[in-house]
């Protein structure tokens, strides 16, 4: 094989490949995933913000002020500081209240998908049976007889 052919032979094995990783790429459902996946770290930043930024200081002004970030269980002795950040710094820490805030931003983020999602099953719903059922082929045939019986064109005898 001279090397023009086996060139030829790369350039056309390349070819298939990049037709084909095309025609994968371009389906309908991974558009639609990456689309979704965009809009879902936009949504998890909302999220995030809501909890942070909204929630958690309701919760703290609820409860006296409370941070739960900043609750953790030394796992040393030689943790003594006050504060998560530092704590780590000084040793091995147990971070519940980390852990805390992180479940809670989880349930939210559950609870704002379900109704979410509910919303748009009901509006899918309500749309469903706005629009009149399509009749099945027995049903048109049916129809149809039933408009020649009226007009008086029965069948010849």
Same mark, same amino acid.
């Given at each position: 094989?001279? %090397?023009?052919?086996?060139? =030829?032979?790369?350039?056309?094995?390349? %070819? =298939?490949?990049?037709?084909?990783?095309?025609?994968?790429?371009?389906?309908? /459902? #991974?558009?639609?995933?990456?689309?979704?996946?965009?809009?879902?770290? *936009?949504?998890?930043?909302?999220?995030? %913000?809501?909890?942070?930024? #909204?929630?958690?200081?309701?919760?703290?002004?609820?409860?006296?002020?409370?941070?739960? $970030?900043?609750?953790?269980?030394?796992? %040393?002795?030689?943790?003594?500081? /006050?504060?998560?950040?530092?704590?780590?710094?000084?040793?091995?820490?147990? *971070?519940?209240?980390?852990?805390?805030? #992180?479940?809670?931003?989880?349930?939210?983020?559950?609870?704002?998908?379900?109704? #979410?999602?509910? $919303?748009?099953? =009901?509006?899918?719903?309500?749309?469903?049976?706005?629009?009149?059922?399509?009749?099945? =082929?027995?049903?048109?045939?049916?129809?149809?007889?039933?408009?020649?019986?009226?007009?008086?064109?029965?069948?010849?005898?």
């Amino acid at each position: 094989m001279s %090397s023009i052919e086996s060139v =030829r032979n790369l350039e056309q094995k390349g %070819s =298939r490949l990049l037709k084909e990783f095309r025609d994968f790429a371009m389906k309908g /459902n #991974v558009v639609d995933l990456a689309v979704g996946v965009i809009i879902g770290a *936009a949504f998890g930043g909302i999220v995030t %913000s809501l909890v942070g930024d #909204v929630i958690m200081p309701i919760i703290g002004a609820l409860t006296g002020g409370l941070d739960f $970030s900043n609750y953790f269980t030394p796992l %040393s002795k030689a943790v003594t500081a /006050n504060t998560l950040a530092e704590a780590k710094k000084q040793g091995a820490v147990l *971070a519940w209240g980390n852990f805390l805030t #992180v479940t809670l931003n989880f349930l939210i983020i559950a609870a704002v998908l379900f109704v #979410v999602i509910r $919303s748009l099953n =009901r509006l899918k719903q309500k749309a469903e049976e706005a629009k009149p059922p399509t009749p099945t =082929r027995q049903e048109e045939l049916l129809t149809e007889i039933r408009d020649l019986l009226k007009k008086g064109a029965g069948p010849s005898a």
